[in-house]
């Protein structure tokens, strides 16, 4: 893991939207995660933009992001719908 990204916080996350810390493989966890992941590699890529791999990374996770939300929408809109309003992902 990242030096940004401490077990503590991670299991913050992961009970704040997973429901436990401990189920680290729940969709709604898992987006909230990555979400952080993103907003942290924004900041880092204000002050360094001409860091190639952060961008490529960073493209990666919101492909990955994008994926694990399409699976969700298709299984249950009504979690869908309160992540991204929870998140503040889309408009």
Do not use: P, W
């Not at 898992?30 to 900041?43: C, D, G, H, K, N």
């Not at 919101?62 to 249950?76: A, E, F, N, P, S």
């Amino acid at each position: 893991m990242s030096n940004y990204l401490s077990k503590e916080k991670v299991s913050e996350i992961f009970t704040q939207y997973g429901g436990e810390s401990k189920n680290t493989g729940s969709i709604e966890g898992q987006v909230a995660l990555f979400t952080y992941r993103i907003e942290q590699m924004s900041q880092h890529l204000k002050s360094n933009r001409k860091d190639h791999s952060c961008t490529r990374s960073l493209l990666a996770l919101v492909g990955k992001r994008k994926r694990l939300l399409t699976y969700l929408m298709k299984k249950d809109i009504v979690k869908y719908r309160e992540l991204i309003e929870k998140l503040g992902i889309r408009k």
